[in-house]
C-alpha cells in the first residue's frame, strides 16, 4: 500500500510517504521552501500546500501521483464547527475550514495525475496519536495535546492491535497549548513558534505565581481539563520583541511551565487507569515538544516507558495520517528521513564552489581534533533529519568544556543567550554523566547532570543544572559514535555540544550549498560535508 501523509492546515506543512508498511521519506515543507515553519497558522494560508516535500517524497519513491493508493490529509472539515459556537476569537476560521474542505482539488493540481476521490481526511488528533501510537511495535496508552484541532485541543486513547480507542477529548476553548502560545506572544516572542523560548526562560524563574495558575489551570475529574482566562498584564508587563526582560518575565514563565507540568503529569495518570495499567505511554502534540514536561511524566509518572514522536509537532502529522489510513504499526527506526547527497554530489558541488577541500581517511577525526581545539564544526552528514531536532545530520558541534561556548554558539546563531545548547553522548556513557530518560535518541527529555561532571561540561550544563540529552547509539549512529569516541580519547571529555545547523529565523540548512553558505557567513572552523573537510583557514587565507 502506498499512502502520502499531507500536513498544511495550520503550520509546519510537510509530507511523509509510506510504501508497503515502510517509512520511505517525509520532510517538513520549510527544508524546500526555506520559510521558517512553513508558513504562519493563519486561515487565509491554509490553502498553502507542502508540494515541494510531497514532490520529493514520491520523487524518492519512484511513484507519479497517480501510482498512489490514498493520500492522508491531517484535519477533517467535517468535524469543525463555528469558532465563535467554541468559544475561539477566529473570526476568519470558516476559511480554513473551506480551503480543507477544497484539498482534494488543490492536491490534485498539485500533484498532476492525482485522483481527487483518493483524498482521505483524517482528524487531526487522530493523525497526531498515530505517529506516536503505531510508530512503536507495542500496544501502547497514547496522549496528544496542542494548541488546537477541529473543535478540541487534546486527545487521550490507547492503540491495541493497530486500533485507536479515544478515552477523552478536551473540547476548545480550554487549550495547554493555546495557554502556552498566549504566554509567547505575551512575553515578547512570535507564537506558534519560539515557545521552546519560554520553555528556557522558565529556568531563570521562580514560580511565584503557581497558587494563582492552579485556581485558573485545572486538570477534571474525566480526563480533561480547564483553562480559565488569564490576565498576563497583571502578572507581568507586555514585552516587545526588543524589550527588556526582566525577573518578572522569567518567573512568569516558570509558573506556565510548573503548572503545565502538574496538569500534564495528571492527565498521564488518568490515561493510564484509563488504558488498564499499559505500560507505554506515547505522546504528540506541539506540547509533547516541551522535554521539561516530558521528563517530569516519565520520573513521576505510572509508566515504564514514555516515547515521544520525534516530530511530535504538526509537521507529524503527515506521518500520522499515513500511519492512521495503514491502519497497523509501523516502529519508527530514524528520524533521518530527510534529502541526502551521494558523495560524488557533494564533491561536484564543493568544486563548484571553487572551496578548497580534502577527504581525510576519517571524517569524524578530524572533526573530532578541531572541536578538541575549541573550534566549530559544521556536520552535513547523511539525511536531513524529520522535526525540529537537529541530531547528528545537520548540526553545529562544539566543545563542551569551555565555559565561554554557549555564549559563542549564540552569537554565531544570532539566538538570545539565556538559550541553552545541548550535549550528545553515546548511550554506554550516558549513565556516568547523566541521569535521566535513557535511551533518548531524539533529544525530547531533559536530564540531570551528575554533580561531579557539572564543572567539566559547563557549556551544556542548564542553569538549573539539566541538559537536553541525546543518546548516540552505534549501531543506527556509527558516525556520529565515531567522533564521540576520538573526542573523549583526545580530551577526557564523552560530551560534544550540538545543536542545529542554521542561524536565527531560518531553517535548518538542507541542502549543500546552504551548508556553503552557512559556513561562507558564520565563524565556523570546519564544515564536516560527507567525507570532505573544508577548513576556514584554508578556505579563506
Known sequence: MRVLGINAI????????????????????????????????????????????????????????????????????????????????????????????????????????????????????????????????????????????????????????GELEVFKSQELPHSLGLLYEDLTRHLGFLH??????????????????????????????????????????????????????????????????VRLEEVLLELARWTYEAAGGLKTLTMAGGTALNCVANARIADQGPFDRVWVQP?????????????????????????????????????????????????PGSIAAEAAKVLAENGIVAWYQGRSEYGPRALGHRSLLAHPGDQDTQTRMNDVKGREQFRPIAPMVRAERFDDIFTGVNPSPYMLFVHRVKPEWKDRIPAVTHVDGTARVQTVHTETEPLVAELLAEFERLTGLPVVVNTSLNTAGRPMVDTPREAMELFGSAPVDLLAMGPFAVHRAKAFA
Open 192 to 257: 506558534s513558534s519560539d515557545e521552546y523560548k519560554v520553555m528556557a526562560l522558565a529556568s531563570y524563574g521562580r514560580p511565584r505565581f503557581l497558587a494563582l495558575l492552579r485556581e485558573l489551570v485545572r486538570p477534571t475529574d474525566d480526563g480533561g481539563f480547564t483553562v480559565e482566562r488569564i490576565d498576563w498584564g497583571a502578572l507581568a508587563k507586555a514585552r516587545t520583541a526588543d524589550g527588556e526582560m526582566t525577573e518578572q518575565h522569567a518567573d512568569l514563565a516558570s509558573s506556565v511551565q
Open 311 to 359: 516530530a511530535a509537532g504538526d509537521s507529524g502529522t503527515a506521518l500520522g495520517a499515513a500511519l492512521s489510513v495503514q491502519g497497523k504499526n509501523v516502529p519508527f527506526g530514524s528520524a533521518a528521513l530527510g534529502r541526502g547527497w551521494t558523495d560524488d554530489e557533494l564533491e561536484a558541488e564543493l568544486r563548484r564552489a571553487g572551496l578548497p577541500f580534502s577527504r
Open 10 to 161: 495550520f503550520h509546519d506543512p510537510a509530507a511523509a510517504l509510506l510504501v508497503d508498511g515502510r517509512v520511505v521519506a517525509a520532510a517538513e515543507e520549510e527544508r524546500f521552501s526555506r520559510r521558517k515553519h512553513g508558513k504562519r497558522p493563519v486561515p487565509y494560508a491554509a490553502w498553502e500546500l507542502p508540494e515541494l516535500s510531497a514532490a520529493w517524497c514520491l520523487q524518492e519513491a519512484g511513484l507519479r501521483p497517480g501510482d498512489l493508493d490514498a493520500v492522508a490529509y491531517s484535519f477533517d472539515p467535517g468535524l469543525s464547527r463555528d469558532a465563535a459556537s467554541l468559544g475561539l476569537d477566529d473570526p476568519w476560521d470558516h476559511v480554513r475550514v473551506d480551503y480543507a474542505r477544497r484539498a482534494p482539488q488543490f492536491l490534485a493540481a498539485a500533484l498532476p495525475g492525482l485522483d481527487p476521490e483518493q483524498v482521505r481526511f483524517v482528524p487531526h488528533h487522530v493523525a497526531h496519536a498515530a505517529s506516536a501510537g503505531l510508530s512503536v511495535p507495542e500496544d501502547s496508552a497514547t496522549l496528544v495535546l496542542d494548541g488546537r484541532g477541529e473543535v478540541a485541543s487534546h486527545l487521550a486513547g490507547a492503540f491495541r492491535g
